[in-house]
């Protein structure tokens, strides 16, 4: 008994045909209907979770303010300390050697009127 | 890339969600193999497509980013799986099955199925060429490949293809 020809199922002896049945096969496959859903909820939270992580950042570089002007002011008002308690001193010091002076400018005074009764 | 974009085009993701979720998840399912692993491809390409937004400059830019990404991404999920020696084809009915009305004809599915048995050069150049209509040049844009290259892989992938298909297919038709 003569045996049947093959019938092709598809043609794929010709290049054209073959590309044209692959265009077919390889044709796009509908994405699962819930992929936008979970590709959108991840969007959102990953969105979430950036907003949350840039707000952290934010509130510790306020905090890092906060805590170098605490520590600017502190230190300037202590520099301002010192420098009102030094002028004090200065000023003390001023003060006592203007009376110094003045002692010993009337001193002088004195001996030189004694050293004048003297000579007379 | 000829095409005029109107110079306040701003790119809506979500209108490109709509646009290209097909192609991308087509493009990693058929280079990996595993519909779950393309839907998380899928996913990964996407939410790093928002991350790059302000980027893109126009339609045809969105779509060759997309393209360009999925095949990326599907390449570097297929080396961290040989890497960890998963087979990835030997699951892709098993664990990870389409729903009936997905599937393809018998013919488009056992010809999907010798894509897959094709060297990952030679099944992205094809998968580019065939279910993304796009010509050799365009080809070695997205894959970042020497246009030569390209046409070798096309070629040499076609003709492998081709003797598959026509040994499996005859078998097939007798077995039938």
Not at chain 1, 92 to 120: H, S, Y
Not at chain 2, 24 to 48: C, H, K, N, P, Y
Not at chain 2, 102 to 125: D, I, K, N, V, Y
Request: net charge positive.
């Amino acid at each position: 008994m003569a045996r049947e020809p093959i019938d092709p199922v598809i043609p794929i002896d010709r290049d054209e045909e073959f590309e044209g049945e692959l265009r077919q096969a390889f044709a796009r496959r509908p994405a699962p209907p819930s992929l936008k859903r979970r590709i959108l909820d991840a969007r959102s939270r990953r969105r979430a979770d950036r907003q949350h992580r840039r707000m952290a950042l934010w509130q510790r570089l306020a905090a890092c303010l906060v805590a170098a002007a605490a520590l600017g002011g502190g230190f300037a008002w202590h520099h301002a300390q010192e420098e009102r308690r030094g002028e004090e001193a200065r000023q003390q010091v001023m003060t006592a050697l203007r009376i110094t002076n003045r002692a010993l400018n009337e001193m002088n005074a004195r001996l030189a009127e004694r050293r004048r009764d003297g000579n007379e | 890339m000829t095409r005029d974009v109107p110079r306040d085009w701003q790119p809506e993701f979500e209108r490109l969600l709509d646009e290209h979720q097909s192609m991308v998840f087509s493009l990693a399912w058929r280079m990996t193999g595993d519909r779950g692993l393309a839907e998380e491809i899928a996913q990964d390409v996407f939410l790093e497509l928002d991350m790059h937004l302000s980027h893109i400059e126009s339609p045809e830019h969105a779509l060759f980013w997309l393209r360009r990404v999925a095949m990326s991404r599907s390449a570097d999920a297929l080396r961290r799986r040989r890497v960890r020696g998963v087979d990835l084809w030997v699951e892709i009915e098993e664990n990870h099955g389409a729903p009936v009305e997905e599937r393809a004809s018998p013919l488009g599915a056992r010809l999907e199925q010798l894509l897959a048995t094709l060297p990952e050069p030679q099944r992205a150049a094809l998968l580019l060429r065939y279910q993304e209509d796009l010509t050799p040049e365009e080809i070695a844009r997205v894959l970042d490949a020497p246009l030569a290259t390209v046409k070798s892989h096309l070629q040499r992938g076609l003709k492998l293809l081709r003797s598959k298909a026509q040994s499996t297919l005859k078998e097939f038709i007798r077995g039938a």
